[in-house]
T-cell receptor, first 115, second 112 residues
C-alpha cells in the first residue's frame, strides 16, 4: 500500500513563527502536492512538484514556499505564519505510471492553528 | 464562477435508498473526472474515475458523465450508514496540465 506520512498531525504556532510541514511517501512517486482544506472552500492547491528540485505554484502560493531535495520528501514552509493560515494541510502523491492521472494518495493531514 | 461546483448539502437519505451527488464544471475541454470520499477526520480517497460520456459502474457506485452539459454525478445504490461522508468531485482542468481542481464537497448522511 502507498503510504504518505505527514510529520505532525496537530501543530499550534504563534503569529510570525516559521513553520515546517514535512511529507514523505514510500512508493517512489514522481508527483507530490500540498493542499489546504477549509470548510466551504474544499481543497486548494498550494504548490506541487513533478520532480526533485522542481516546484510549481498552485492556486494559493502566497505566504508559502516548498522544498523537494529528495524524491520521497516534499516540505511546505510558512516563512512567517499568520492567523489566516490556520487550516488543515494535506500532502498527496501520484505517479503517471499508474495510468490514473487523478489518483492522488493523501497523507493523514496536519491541522495547523496559528495564534 | 467556480471551476468545480457542488451542493454542500447535507444530503440525507434513508438506508437502502439511492444517493445522487452532482457536480458541474466550467472547463469545456476537461477530460478526466474523479470522485473522492472523505470520512470525518480522515483524508480523501479515490473511489471513482470517469473519462468518457455515459455511465461507469463499480459495485454500488455509478459515475455519470455528460460533457455537453459539463455535468458529472455519482449514484450510490443501497446506501449504507457507512457511506456517510463528504464526497469531493475533482476535475483535471486542461489548461493547468495534470492539476486537479476540487469542488468543496457534498456531505452525505445515510440514516438507518
Amino acid at each position: 500500500d502507498v503510504k504518505v506520512t505527514q510529520s505532525s498531525r496537530y501543530l499550534v504556532k504563534r503569529t510570525g513563527e516559521k513553520v515546517f510541514l514535512e511529507c514523505v511517501q514510500d512508493m517512489d512517486h514522481e508527483n507530490m502536492f500540498w493542499y489546504r482544506q477549509d470548510p466551504g472552500l474544499g481543497l486548494r492547491l498550494i504548490y506541487f512538484s513533478y520532480d526533485v528540485k522542481m516546484k510549481e505554484k498552485g492556486d494559493i502560493p502566497e505566504g508559502y514556499s516548498v522544498s523537494r531535495e529528495k524524491k520521497e520528501r516534499f516540505s511546505l514552509i510558512l516563512e512567517s505564519a499568520s492567523t489566516n493560515q490556520t487550516s488543515m494541510y494535506l500532502c498527496a502523491s501520484s505517479t503517471p505510471a499508474s495510468g490514473r492521472p487523478g489518483e492522488l494518495f493523501f497523507g493523514e493531514g496536519s491541522r495547523l492553528t496559528v495564534l | 464562477q467556480k471551476e468545480v461546483e457542488q451542493n454542500s448539502g447535507p444530503l440525507s437519505v434513508p438506508e437502502g435508498a439511492i444517493a445522487s451527488l452532482n457536480c458541474t464544471y466550467s472547463d469545456r475541454v476537461s477530460q478526466s473526472f474523479f470522485w473522492y470520499r472523505q470520512y470525518s477526520g480522515k483524508s480523501p480517497e479515490l473511489i471513482m474515475s470517469i473519462y468518457s460520456n455515459g455511465d461507469k459502474e463499480d459495485g454500488r457506485f455509478t459515475a455519470q458523465l455528460n460533457k455537453a452539459s459539463q455535468y458529472v454525478s455519482l449514484l450510490i445504490r443501497d446506501s449504507q450508514p457507512s457511506d456517510s461522508a463528504t464526497y469531493l468531485c475533482a476535475v483535471n482542468i486542461t489548461e493547468y496540465g495534470n492539476k486537479l481542481v476540487f469542488g468543496a464537497g457534498t456531505i452525505l448522511r445515510v440514516k438507518s
